[in-house]
């Protein structure tokens, strides 16, 4: 079965600073992947997607990831982190190849702090 | 500015209660999907419809949930009777599934928050 791990719950960075957050899958073949963000008391929002082609994928708000077949993962960047982006994450994977269903699989999500 | 619209955003209710949660999916999407979210489990799928039939539920109590979609433009989670371990954020999303031109991307409503005391 899918899986997707995000082995960091929390994490704190300082404004300005560097960000990274990890996502590994587990799946047969390359599926879909996904980063959405979730603000307080909001639905999510997706960032980014990675589908085929560049492994290096731009999103919203300045965010990129890297998509790394040869380590199963999909880790979220962003060069220099604004109080704003304090929110949740969730890497999510959908089967490339599910005949139309639209089985997504999300990850447990990794909260972020911003601290001034 | 096309969005995911439910209701209610908040609702209290007692135990034994009837509930029942409301969904306008993006108009032209063709999936629509039923989640709960809580601090313990974090994002479950509960239910997942296309062409407004549903394809997977197996995600959700089915002694006392039941999702339907009565219309394109309307997707229905009730819960009855509601129990306080039902407290939890019910999101609906819809999409357009994944076929050569589209790729599984979720828009997200913003939620309605369940209490059952």
């Known amino acids: 079965a899918q899986s997707v791990t995000q082995p960091d719950i929390h994490i704190t960075v300082s404004e300005g600073a560097s960000l990274e957050l990890r996502c590994n899958y587990s799946?047969?073949?390359?599926?879909?992947l996904f980063w959405y963000v979730q603000s307080p008391g909001q639905g999510l929002q997706l960032l980014l997607k990675?589908?085929?082609?560049?492994?290096l994928v731009q999103g919203i708000k300045g965010f990129e990831a890297e998509f790394k077949r040869s380590q199963s993962s999909f880790n979220l960047r962003k060069p220099s982190v604004h109080w704003s982006d304090a929110a949740e994450y969730f890497c999510?994977?959908?089967?490339?190849?599910?005949?139309?269903?639209?089985?997504?699989?999300f990850g447990t999500g990794t909260k972020l702090q911003v601290i001034p | 500015d096309a969005r995911v619209t439910q209701t209610p955003r908040d609702k209290v209710t007692e135990m034994g209660q009837e509930v029942t949660m409301r969904c306008q999916p993006i108009?032209?999407?063709?999936?629509v999907f039923w989640y709960r979210q809580t601090m313990m489990q974090g994002l479950e799928l509960l239910a997942y419809?296309?062409?407004?039939?549903?394809?997977?539920d197996s995600g959700m109590p089915k002694d006392r949930f039941s999702a339907e979609m009565p219309d394109a433009t309307l997707a229905t989670l009730k819960i009855q009777p509601s129990e306080p371990r039902d407290s939890a954020v019910y999101f609906c999303?819809?999409?357009?599934?994944?076929?050569?031109?589209?790729?599984?991307?979720?828009?997200f409503g913003e939620g309605s928050r369940l209490t059952v005391l």
């Open positions: 108009l032209g999407h063709n999936t």
């Open positions: 999510a994977v959908v089967p490339m190849n599910s005949g139309g269903y639209q089985k997504v699989t």
């Open positions: 999303a819809s999409g357009l599934g994944t076929t050569l031109s589209n790729t599984g991307e979720l828009f």
């Open positions: 990675y589908f085929s082609g560049d492994t």
């Open positions: 419809f296309r062409n407004r039939a549903p394809l997977d």
């Open positions: 799946y047969g073949a390359t599926p879909y």
